[in-house]
């Protein structure tokens, strides 16, 4: 990531850690109609990244919805959508996505994470870093997810684990 140093999985359009767009793509301007235009699933994903990088959530999540309808299951479908709902404050929504992703592609760590980053901000704590744990699992020299992991289990009182954690990401940094 050009603006935290983060490692992201090859092809990422965002980063998992800040949601920076990954590679400068040409923003395409909504369609003039109220109803848009018939496309592909590739294509409306595209448009949600589009819709992302300048943030502009709602259409965002709208064209990853189209493109999750047309029948398009990638791993960054899933993360993109996870991560605009939470970007708009809508953690709770992006919840459902996530586990869904997870269920299609459980070795994938930056879905683990964004899901333990949407309990987080939905209170559930022990979820959160039950999701955060598996990611750590996957991604052990992910700073951004110790990181994560460390303030969650502080706000658990449980400080012991949580300066561990803490301390593992100062040293991965």
Do not use: W
């Not at 259409?59 to 899933?78: H, K, P, S, V, W």
């Not at 996505?97 to 022990?126: C, E, F, M, N």
């Not at 598996?134 to 951004?144: E, G």
């Amino acid at each position: 990531c050009p603006r935290c140093g983060n490692v992201n999985r090859p092809g990422a359009r965002f980063c998992s850690r800040d949601g920076t767009p990954l590679s400068p793509q040409p923003v395409i301007p909504a369609p003039a109609s109220s109803a848009p235009p018939a496309m592909s699933p590739q294509l409306s994903f595209e448009m949600g990244n589009a819709y992302a990088r300048n943030n502009q959530y709602d259409q965002a999540i709208q064209a990853y919805r189209q493109a999750l309808a047309g029948g398009l299951t990638d791993q960054a479908l899933y993360h993109n959508l996870g991560l605009v709902y939470i970007m708009a404050s809508r953690p709770a929504e992006a919840i459902p996505v996530l586990q869904q992703g997870i269920s299609r592609y459980p070795k994938d760590g930056d879905l683990h994470y964004q899901l333990g980053r949407a309990y987080a901000l939905t209170g559930k704590l022990s979820e959160s870093v039950q999701e955060l744990e598996q990611a750590k699992a996957l991604q052990p020299q992910d700073a951004a997810v110790r990181t994560m992991l460390g303030l969650v289990l502080q706000d658990l009182k449980q400080h012991k684990q949580a300066i561990t954690e803490l301390e593992q990401a100062v040293r991965l940094k």
